[in-house]
């Protein structure tokens, strides 16, 4: 295993190590170029994966103190825990669900589709589908997503989906189907097939379900080219007398205070940690944040228009058996305004474990009272989905620093501002009332309407713009301020879309790590 000095300077230093991390990491390894790899929280292996919903969520989340602001669900709901993300190896790989849809083309271009909205701050991105398709087939490839590019079949519907299938079928809609997913239906890539264990969002404990845990970061590491070290929590990125980045500060589980020297700095720690630590790394040249000449750093945070419909059902269903999400409804993704907002949504079938199930149903009652009790009596009745809309990006809602109050490493706590935009509640209204719908169709007695979880899709914070007054970085991720300082995770999206995130980010670190490459034979970072 490569280990690099501190004072090397000719190596990529990326922090964090999910998604976009641990892709660049890899594609950067397996093309000669040495990276260390910082991951704030512990190294995981295959066998800590347990099958426990409250165990898994203890030992992989990011529980660091934090806060929830504005008029959103998670500062009544969840005050301390604005976001659902991994803190240690693999980081939220070992917990995502698996979904790997495309953005549409009008997504990536909501301010031309859209126009001005009034209380949003929507823009096209730099690349569109065209420019990315090829990019999708590659991650495709790498993550092994049923369907097309693959040739994998999709996974087995559960009689969770089947009885939702059958209301789409009932009441007028096609776009229904078990995928695509990044979990292997058939053996590939040295991984086995799903054996629909059901806790997927818990970690995949047999690797079924792609993550950099398992996949990525070892094969950067077998290369040589890679060092990763954990429980490494950056605190400040450092830059030379030009503004060029030069460095990474970071601590130890120890407490003890490193700096890495860098050639090549890439910021890959999710949409709270990134903006916060380029806020955290202002300095007399930058005062404002490093890269953030446009004002950008930590505004347009997106989490996506979420919320939960459940069904009791007249016979039992046993939803829980399969896969976490066995399929997608894909009717409503479109743009149609007389609906009365802008962007489409996902009906995506979601299996919450019963302990989920009543710590979600009424948060604020955390599984007690008559209400919830009636409920949960139905629970081996029940179908669900995950509501899952586009989110416009608001200035307003933000990652910003705390003022007095700091944490275990002396960091200004983060504050995750977040207020619905009335697009949202437009939303959300339709994608219940069309639930219901569905549902009743095939006989529900009882739809159960939840609240917004706390969030796992975070993105914006960081965007992208072909504009440097309007975004933080360009369409490769690089900010505008500094060459050789790259954003590589879902901060760097314009709009949220209505898609999970996680294929996007991939397509793109496999990009950025090109050019990347490219930039650094030549000289030019």
Known sequence: MAEFDLNDESVVVIIGSGAGGGTVANELAQKGIKSVILEAG?????????NDEWTMFSKISWLDKRYSAGGWHGSVNH???????????GGSTVHWAGVSLRFKEYEFKTRSNYGAVDGANVEDWPVDLAEMTPWYEKAELKMGVTGKTTGMPHLPWNNGFRVLAEGCRRTGRSDYRSGPMAINSVERDDRPSCQQIGFCMQG???????????????????????????????????????????????????????????????????SIESPRLLLNSASSMFPDGLANSSGQVGKNYMNHTTGGVYAALPE????????????????????????????????????????FMAAFMEPGNTGWGRSIAGALEN????????????????????IT??????????????????????????????????????YESVGATDVYELPAYPATHNMG?????????????????????????????????????????????????????????????????
């Open 379 to 398: 629970y081996d009745k029940m179908s669900g989905v995950w509501v899952l809309g586009e989110d416009l990006a608001q200035e307003k809602n933000a």
């Open 461 to 525: 914070t960081n965007r992208m713009h072909a504009d440097a007054d309007k975004g933080v970085v360009n369409g490769y991720g690089q900010a505008h301020d500094i060459d050789n300082l790259f954003v590589s995770d879902g901060s760097q999206f314009t709009s949220s879309g209505a898609c999970n995130p996680t294929l996007t980010i991939v397509a793109l670190a496999i990009r950025q790590a090109e050019y990347i490459a490219q930039e650094m034979n030549a000289q030019n970072i």
């Open 204 to 270: 995949c404990a047999i690797g079924a379900k792609w993550s950099t845990m398992y996949t990525e970061l070892p094969r950067a590491e077998d290369t040589g080219n890679c060092e990763i070290r954990t429980d490494a929590m950056v605190l400040k990125i450092e830059h030379d007398d030009s503004g060029k980045a030069s460095g990474v500060l970071y601590a130890d589980k120890d407490g003890n205070q490193h700096l890495q020297k860098a050639r090549v700095v890439c910021v890959a720690g999710n």
């Open 79 to 89: 005050p301390t825990l604005p976001t659902w993300i991994v803190k240690g190896f």
């Open 316 to 355: 039992k269903v046993h939803m829980f058996r399969g896969t976490s999400v066995a399929g997608i409804v894909g009717d409503e993704v479109r743009n149609d305004p007389a609906r009365g907002f802008n962007g489409g949504y996902y009906l995506e079938f979601l299996s919450l474990g019963l302990p």
């Open 42 to 50: 512990p190294r995981f292996d295959i066998g800590d994966i347990e």
């Open 401 to 438: 620093l705390h003022d007095s109050e700091v944490d275990q490493y002396g960091l200004p706590v983060p504050i995750v501002a977040k207020t619905p935009h009335n697009n949202d509640y437009e939303m959300t209204a339709h994608a219940y009332e069309t639930t219901a719908q569905i």
